[in-house]
């Protein structure tokens, strides 16, 4: 229960710093949010632009971004595109401006 509480605490405030973070939008701010929760998940431009009703461009360009800022990395499969979270996702957080 300890681990459980810990981790819960230590995510809520990694999200209260994720909402200080300006030069990250909305969407970015709530995919890093779920990132954060799910390290393993694997997101597309397809999966982002019909989970925040954006147009592909929209959802690229967040995307690009993220991994621009080394936030995600990518790797393409097939000829789609795939997100995920780095592995320190928490402290290149705190890298962020």
């Given amino acids: 229960h300890k681990y459980v509480d810990r981790k819960t605490k230590r995510l809520q405030a990694m999200e209260r710093e994720l909402r200080g973070v300006s030069v990250l939008n ?7 949010s779920h990132a ?23 959802a690229r360009t967040d995307l690009l971004d993220l991994e621009r800022r080394g936030l995600f990395a990518k790797q393409k499969v097939g000829r789609t595109w ?16």
């Avoid at 909305?26 to 890093?32: S, W």
């Avoid at 694997?42 to 925040?52: A, P, Q």
């Avoid at 795939?82 to 401006?97: P, Q, R, T």
């Fill in 26 to 32: 909305h969407r970015q701010r709530e995919l890093i």
């Fill in 36 to 58: 954060l929760r799910h390290p393993h998940q694997v997101y597309t431009i397809e999966s982002h632009r019909s989970s925040h009703g954006v147009v592909h461009q929209t």
């Fill in 82 to 97: 795939h997100f995920k979270a780095v592995a320190n996702l928490e402290g290149k957080l705190a890298e962020v401006e």
